[in-house]
């Protein structure tokens, strides 16, 4: 015979089943807390970008009556590739705060110049047209990003290695650029 009366099973079942809901609760909660710094800092970056896209959305109908220099890709990438970079900045901004036992540096200032001055490449190209100073600004940027990849890289080698790619868009993307403007001037 069973210890358990009918009504004490059910009891029963529903405190197992509350105390299994608990242990997935609290998986997903130890798994937010332990990556809450890469949540928190690709969602930065991520937002960064989105505001860019809004303001790329908003000049696009002019921007498609551009004369577009050889390479040019086709516009779909573009959030594609943006996506990629601005989650390997937020992971290596991640790991440079951690490593700095979660201060802010000199790192991660420079970090967040860049990406101010990102955002606001996005503006001067596609918000005012301003295509030559567009470009001045890309090559400042481009200057920000290596300063960025060397004092990751040595506070944190894969944090800099992280960053190459988007270096390496930089490049591409300032080369559409001057190309826009010397074909469209």
């Not at 890469?38 to 860019?52: E, K, N, P």
């Not at 937020?90 to 201060?103: M, P, Q, S």
């Not at 790619?165 to 826009?180: K, M, V």
Request: aromatic residues 16%; charged residues 15%.
């Amino acid at each position: 015979m069973s210890n358990y009366k009918n009504g004490d099973i059910s009891a029963v079942a529903k405190t197992a089943s509350e105390i299994s809901n608990s242990v997935k609760e609290s998986r997903l909660v130890v798994i937010i807390k332990k990556y809450k710094t890469y949540i928190i800092s690709v969602a930065i970056a991520l937002g960064v970008g989105i505001l860019g896209g809004i303001v790329t959305s908003l000049g696009m109908p002019e921007f498609s009556k551009l004369n577009q220099p050889p390479l040019s890709p086709p516009p779909f990438l573009f959030p594609i590739v943006w996506t990629i970079l601005y989650t390997l900045m937020g992971i290596g901004a991640a790991r440079i705060y951690i490593k700095n036992d979660k201060k802010l540096s000199r790192e991660l200032l420079i970090y967040a110049v860049q990406l101010l001055f990102n955002f606001f490449w996005t503006v001067f190209f596609f918000g005012f047209g301003a295509y030559l100073f567009s470009f001045i600004w890309i090559a400042a940027l481009w200057g920000l990003v290596l300063t960025m990849i060397i004092t990751f890289y040595k506070k944190d080698k894969i944090s800099g290695l992280l960053q190459i790619p988007y270096l390496l868009w930089l490049t591409f993307a300032a080369y559409l650029n001057l190309g826009i403007y010397l074909l469209n001037r």
